[in-house]
């Protein structure tokens, strides 16, 4: 009887020293996530303010608006619910080779994009008219609402492309409709986003993005079909990528 108790409080010691680690590592996990998460705002910031040159930019202060108050209403969410996915947010390292080039080809050209319209407000080289910017507005919030729809149907959306052990294939919700629905909310974001900041120039860079994004989807389709079990099977039955009736 003295052995069981021993054996039976050592087990209950264990797994309460599991437990404290756990929750250590989740703490520390959350931690993480809200350092990263808040850097960005204050990055948003130096790239739009300082090409203008002045805080007397009022496009970009709404654009802030829009597009981190829903971002802070969804970490909320997904901190609480999900945490695990947000790590997969912050995930920036690729392991496909052919990701970490259209990564590095990317990144250069998303930054003059993104700071072309400071330039723009700066020396007046375009002037977008009131109603088209509140229109891109609309548009960016509601690709961040389809954003949010999609992260809450599908556990494993990661930033980067990779099969996770478990992983399943997600048939529902947007993914009902075309097979990339991220891609769907982060092209209405993209794409109107130097309208929002007041600038018809800066249009140029972010369609030079678009096409690195079409051969991102290509290569993320090569390795889902090689390294997640039944993704043939749903590409049969969802047939189109982002567009229904066109790609």
């Not at 003295?2 to 931690?31: I, M, Q, R, W, Y």
């Not at 600038?199 to 389709?221: D, G, H, K, M, Q």
Request: proline share 6%; glycine share 4%; net charge positive.
């Amino acid at each position: 009887m003295v052995k069981k108790s021993k054996d039976a409080g050592a087990s209950l010691s264990t797994k309460a020293e599991n437990a404290d680690a756990k929750a250590g590592d989740l703490a520390n996990l959350k931690k993480k996530i809200i350092v990263r998460f808040a850097a960005a705002p204050i990055a948003m910031a130096l790239l739009l303010f300082l090409p203008a040159g002045t805080f007397d930019y009022w496009q970009a202060w709404v654009f802030c608006a829009v597009l981190f108050i829903p971002m802070t209403l969804l970490i909320a969410y997904f901190l609480k619910t999900d945490p695990e996915l947000l790590a997969r947010r912050i995930k920036m390292k690729e392991k496909e080779s052919t990701q970490k080039n259209l990564m590095m080809l990317s990144i250069p050209v998303f930054l003059i994009a993104i700071m072309l319209p400071g330039l723009d407000r700066r020396f007046g080289w375009s002037s977008v008219p009131f109603e088209i910017v509140i229109a891109a507005d609309i548009v960016i919030f509601l690709g961040y609402l389809l954003f949010f729809l999609v992260l809450r149907e599908n556990h494993y959306a990661a930033r980067t492309v990779e099969v996770e052990k478990g992983q399943k294939v997600i048939s529902t919700g947007p993914y009902s409709v075309v097979r990339h629905p991220m891609y769907v909310s982060m092209f209405m974001i993209w794409l109107l986003t130097p309208l929002a900041l007041g600038s018809y120039w800066a249009v140029i860079p972010f369609l030079i993005i678009l096409p690195v994004i079409v051969l991102r989807i290509l290569n993320e389709e090569q390795v889902l079909r090689r390294d997640l079990p039944g993704y043939n099977e749903y590409c049969e039955k969802t047939r189109y990528r982002l567009v229904p009736f066109v790609w």
